[in-house]
């Protein structure tokens, strides 16, 4: 499925029926102020295999990454370091959406801060669960939800002790009942590397549990980009040495993991 020509291959990412792929590759090392742009590819599922992989028609001049399908399969989520608008300066990384129904229309969104957004993730009830450095949380990144309103999403709240910490969140997943979710931490006494494990936490009545390292997943370099497939038994994540290249590896996730 894929582009073998890039160095990096990160953020797998599956539309809500399956059958359409959607990741990001990139040149050079992981981590590295010299590492190329990145580009957000799609590749549909043609018999038992994939079609060659494509660029998205709106990436390629720009660095965009972290794609994200709605549960209606109608937008797809990602972040961008492209201007806000025409003629405009770079961002530190927006969080914006391209309609992939006709017209096939491309929109930031207005909850974007001056900080630094990261891995955008749309729930069944519309809610918008996101990473970011902007002030107002405890850490240097922090997991926010907002609420959906009639024109976007409404204020932005940080989330609580449970899930963020006085170090750093950023990469986040939520499953479309917002019953589970999976994020990256760094620099954790509890991490097995400083650079980013993943943890995980469900929510009952009474809110998220205390997040918890996800055993026998994490490595000695950075893991992140946790992304659950529609069959809700495979769990795709991005793994990376520092120092080396980003892969997508997948295993087996169920409820009870």
Do not use: C
Not at 54 to 72: K, Q, R, W, Y
Not at 180 to 209: C, H, K, P
């Amino acid at each position: 499925m894929f582009d073998a020509a890039y160095d990096n291959q990160a953020g797998l990412t599956f539309s809500p029926d399956g059958q359409t792929a959607y990741w990001f590759a990139w040149d050079g090392d992981w981590g590295s102020s010299s590492a190329g742009q990145k580009t957000i590819f799609m590749a549909t599922r043609h018999g038992r295999g994939w079609t060659q992989p494509l660029a998205m028609p709106f990436t390629g001049n720009h660095s965009d990454e972290d794609p994200f399908v709605s549960p209606d399969g109608r937008w797809l989520y990602f972040v961008s370091a492209r201007p806000p608008h025409e003629g405009g300066e770079k961002s530190n990384s927006d969080i914006w959406r391209y309609n992939l129904d006709e017209p096939n229309t491309l929109e930031r969104l207005a909850i974007n801060s001056l900080a630094t957004e990261f891995s955008p993730v749309v729930t069944d009830s519309g809610a918008l669960y996101f990473a970011s450095s902007r002030k107002g949380g405890p850490g240097q990144g922090d997991i926010y939800r907002a609420d959906t309103e009639e024109n976007g999403f409404g204020e932005p709240v940080v989330l609580g002790s449970a899930i963020n910490s006085a170090t750093g969140e950023w990469n986040v997943w939520v499953s479309p009942d917002e019953t589970r979710m999976i994020f990256e931490a760094s620099q954790r006494s509890t991490n097995i590397s400083v650079a980013g494990d993943l943890y995980y936490s469900t929510r009952t009545a009474s809110g998220w549990s205390a997040a918890k390292p996800l055993e026998g997943f994490n490595s000695n370099g950075s893991d992140l980009l946790p992304r659950l497939h529609p069959d809700g038994q495979t769990l795709f994540y991005t793994t990376a040495p520092i120092g080396g290249n980003a892969a997508i590896i997948a295993t087996k996730f169920l409820a009870e993991d």
